[in-house]
């Protein structure tokens, strides 16, 4: 895989991602955070179009005990292979924005085009075409935290800090597949019992075995579901109120529905300021307070607490047998 060539990490965060998708001109999607694998959370949330399950990376594994197996997808599919570094939460989000086929959904002008253009290239070829797009790419980074200093652009990978890895499970066809960027082709876990419409509860039988892989007590996994339920309850919204109102339960239903939008909308408004939050560069601000503070001398108990905090990191350090220097 190359280098990040100017892609930054990407938080597991809801509002991250359903930013991500409208500053690229997606409508009809919103991306929630799963809790849990309940039935009735999943439910909550429909329709669910496809989820995204951020996990420890921990290599490709025998392909031998993979479950599932690799199997190109009999109808048209979308399919790109992760070639940089830190695109993987984006090529995940892809890979399932643009397998989305519902009328519902409008993927606008920019990932129209690149679906347009990918018809016929291979994954590698479309994972280089995502890449090498400096809107996408802008539209990435711009939901890295800020950085003031650039100063890990081309720090090497430390081998004892964890990696952690994007991929989407969806259903495509009659089958449920997973879409992971970095395996040649995607992994077919099979006909979906019940029909398309079931795919949830397949999909959450597949997660369920993937995590039980992992050793007990491991807890660095997230799930989000990429879901139309925000345009669904506005569609479902315009046929109360189109109906005959004198019912008691068309009001129950209105007064449901509505309480339910509502909460989505306070929602988009919270990840809108957290997103702005996010962006924004903090450095002039905690400069102007340090000195501030240092003009005031109330910086020393700080400045000692910080010294103690440093020498029991030291020590710890080397109770372990880790060797660790004064400067570091």
């Known amino acids: 895989m190359a280098e990040s060539a100017g892609w930054s990490l990407t938080e597991s965060d809801p509002g991250v991602f359903t930013g991500l998708l409208h500053e690229l001109g997606v409508r009809g999607l919103e ?4 809790w849990g694998l309940d039935a009735q959370l999943l439910q909550d949330l429909e329709p669910v179009f496809a989820l995204v399950f951020l996990f420890k990376w921990v290599g490709h594994g025998d392909p031998e005990k993979m479950d599932g197996k690799l199997e190109e997808p009999a109808g048209p599919y979308y399919f790109a292979h992760q070639v940089i570094n830190n695109a993987c939460a984006s090529i995940a989000l892809l890979n399932a924005t643009l397998n989305i086929r519902d009328p519902n959904v409008q993927l606008g002008e920019e990932l129209s085009n690149l679906q347009l253009f990918s018809e016929g290239l291979d994954p590698e070829t479309r994972g280089w075409t995502i890449s090498n797009s400096e809107k996408i790419r802008e539209v990435h980074n711009s939901f890295a ?3 003031p200093f650039h100063l890990e652009e ?15 499970y969806l259903p ?6 997973e879409l992971d960027g970095l395996k040649p082709m995607p992994v077919s ?10 795919w949830t509860d397949m999909a959450r039988e597949v997660l369920e075995r993937r995590i039980a892989t992992y050793p007990a007590g491991e807890v660095m996994f997230n799930l989000l579901a990429v879901t139309g339920r925000r345009t669904a309850l506005q569609k479902r919204l315009a046929e109360l109120e189109a109906a005959d109102q004198s019912s008691g339960d068309v009001q129950a239903q209105l007064v449901d529905v509505r309480d339910k939008l509502q909460g989505i909308e306070e929602r ?5 300021v957290e997103n702005t939050l996010r962006r924004h560069n903090y450095i002039g601000l905690v400069h102007a307070l340090l000195l501030e503070s240092a003009k005031q001398d109330t910086l020393k108990p700080q400045i000692e607490e910080a010294k103690q905090k440093m020498k029991q990191k030291i020590e710890e350090k080397r109770r372990k047998g880790e060797m660790m220097d004064e400067d570091d």
């Open 31 to 34: 991306v929630e955070e799963l």
């Open 145 to 147: 935290r800020s950085d």
């Open 172 to 177: 495509i066809g009659d089958k449920l597949y």
């Open 189 to 198: 876990h099979g006909e979906i019992p019940g029909g398309r419409e079931k």
């Open 268 to 272: 988009l408004k919270d990840w809108e």
């Open 154 to 168: 081309n720090r090497p990978q430390d081998e004892h800090e964890d990696a952690y890895h994007f991929i989407a």
